[in-house]
């Protein structure tokens, strides 16, 4: 079993920065492919991006640009970068191993993220 503890957030203002971390408990095969989700109040949770066993990346078109993903092994940690931040980013931000191969998927507690 896999813990995500999720951190970072906190509440900025339009153009501002945040990085959100997300460790987990320990490294297996399922840690190497992560991603990061969102949900907004009264909105489906939504894919932000991923970073994969191979270190191929993928973003939203909603966050293309402003957004950089990365890992650090040593640290089990997942790292998602986020600058200029618009209001439409606020929302609660999850990471998640990815269902590959025998791999379950393992959600984080989130982090909430407010841009005013």
């Known amino acids: 079993h896999v813990q995500l503890v999720e951190s970072g957030g906190g509440s900025v203002q339009a153009g501002g920065s945040l990085r959100l971390s997300c460790a987990a408990s320990?490294?297996?095969?399922?840690?190497?492919?992560m991603s990061w989700y969102r949900q907004a109040p009264g909105k489906e949770r939504e894919f932000v991006s991923r970073?994969?066993?191979?270190?191929?990346?993928s973003y939203a078109a909603s966050v293309q640009g402003r957004v950089s993903i990365s890992r650090d092994n040593a640290k089990k940690t997942t790292f998602l970068q986020m600058n200029m931040l618009k209001p439409e980013d606020t929302a609660m931000y999850y990471c998640?191993?990815?269902?590959?191969?025998?791999?379950?998927?393992?959600w984080g507690q989130g982090t909430q993220v407010t841009v005013s």
């Open positions: 970073i994969d066993s191979g270190g191929r990346i």
């Open positions: 998640r191993t990815n269902p590959i191969g025998t791999c379950p998927t393992y």
């Open positions: 320990t490294l297996t095969v399922c840690t190497y492919d």
